[in-house]
């Protein structure tokens, strides 16, 4: 089955800065690749997606990049804020649907220094 | 729009007992699927269903049961508590298309389990 690797599991910027979370993945036939954001004892809840036919999706401060043929994706943050502060998950899935769904990467705790 | 209701928000159980955790959606999704959160573990798959009837199961499975009657509800039973399913359980759902795969999928507000 799929295999999702997400690096770092924490990540430390000061306000203002940009940040980085990174992912890979092992099927390459995977197309679907959500990004989570999960607050302190909230549910997770999707930010931003990206399928495979795109290369890359922005909204906001926030960007995903996908590279195929190197099976990664990475979430990018610009000019970050206190409320970016939380636990983010990246996920993969193959098309078709394939049954057992998201798989999910172990998730990046990433802190907002002031 | 309630989303994803899951119950309860909180539960303290005693070795051996077993319960059961509530997950409803209102969304006319075909998935939905129980997963465990555990420190630095992300979140791991117990079990899901592809629609009413049809459930599998995910990677720790174990001492965890699941039924779908209806495209609405999924409820999780724990069979007999241990110490090692204190986690913190999320239900969630999401259309899956043959075609183009999956959508968002939607979580409920997650049930923190304690077992003494």
């Known amino acids: 089955g799929e295999n999702v690797e997400q690096h770092p599991s924490t990540l430390s910027v000061q306000e203002g800065d940009s940040a980085v979370i990174k992912c890979t993945y092992s099927?390459?036939?995977?197309?679907?690749f959500p990004w989570y954001k999960q607050e302190l004892g909230k549910r997770p809840q999707l930010i931003i997606d990206?399928?495979?036919?795109?290369g890359e999706k922005k909204d906001q401060r926030i960007a995903v990049t996908l590279n195929k043929t190197a099976k990664h994706f990475s979430l990018h943050i610009t000019e970050t804020q206190p409320e970016d502060s939380a636990v983010y998950f990246c996920?993969?899935?193959?098309?078709?649907?394939?049954?057992?769904?998201?798989?999910f990467g172990k998730g990046t705790h990433l802190i907002i220094q002031p | 729009n309630a989303g994803v209701t899951q119950t309860p928000k909180f539960q303290v159980l005693k070795t051996g007992q077993s319960m059961t955790l509530q997950c409803a959606q209102d969304m006319n999704h075909e998935y939905m699927s129980w997963y465990r959160q555990d420190p630095g573990m992300g979140l791991r798959l117990i079990h899901y269903?592809?629609?009413?009837?049809?459930?599998d199961q995910g990677e720790v499975p174990n001492g965890y049961n699941v039924s779908r009657s209806t495209t609405e509800d999924f409820p999780l039973r724990l069979l007999s508590a241990a110490p090692s399913q204190t986690s913190v359980y999320f239900c969630?759902?999401?259309?899956?298309?043959?075609?183009?795969?999956?959508?968002?999928?939607?979580f409920g507000q997650g049930t923190r389990l304690t077992v003494v």
């Open positions: 099927d390459s036939a995977s197309n679907y």
């Open positions: 996920a993969a899935s193959v098309p078709g649907g394939g049954a057992d769904g998201l798989t």
């Open positions: 969630a759902s999401s259309h899956r298309y043959p075609d183009r795969g999956f959508t968002e999928a939607f």
């Open positions: 990206i399928r495979s036919n795109v």
């Open positions: 269903s592809v629609g009413a009837g049809i459930t």
